[in-house]
């Protein structure tokens, strides 16, 4: 197959205390089998937990701003800005006004809240 469309209506919506995310492509949605984007909306003053992802992701302020800390190092982001952020690093997103990213990343990507333990492939990535 050549290309693949995914509607807005397939796209897929997952909520957390951090945040709203709405997968837009991914294996599970058909065409990506590798690489996966979705939408992070992160409201004034709120915070994802300090997490760490095994492999690199990139993050693009839509609109808003908000602080990325890596690795104990704070990055303020505002609108049109990219991060790219290391797999394996310590990070958490926290919002200085309403936020949205756009973000891409490895489809099997696990997420961990502690270094070395177990990780899992959030929802929104699979």
């Known amino acids: 197959m050549d290309a693949t469309i995914v509607r807005s209506s397939e796209t897929r919506r997952s909520e957390t ?5 709405t997968t837009l492509a991914s294996p599970s949605l058909g065409g990506s ?3 996966s984007l979705w939408r992070v909306e992160v409201k004034a003053g709120q915070a994802g937990p300090v997490h760490y992802i095994d492999s690199p992701q990139i993050w693009t302020v839509l609109s808003g701003r908000a602080s990325m800390c890596v690795q104990g190092t704070a990055h303020e982001l505002a609108t049109g800005d990219t991060i790219v952020i290391d797999g394996a690093s310590e990070r958490q997103v926290v919002a200085a006004e309403d936020t949205i990213f756009l973000v891409c990343g490895q489809s099997d990507a696990k997420a961990a809240l502690a270094p070395g333990t177990q990780g899992v492939t959030p929802p929104w990535i699979a």
């Open 33 to 35: 089998s590798q690489t």
């Open 17 to 21: 205390p951090g945040g709203v995310m």
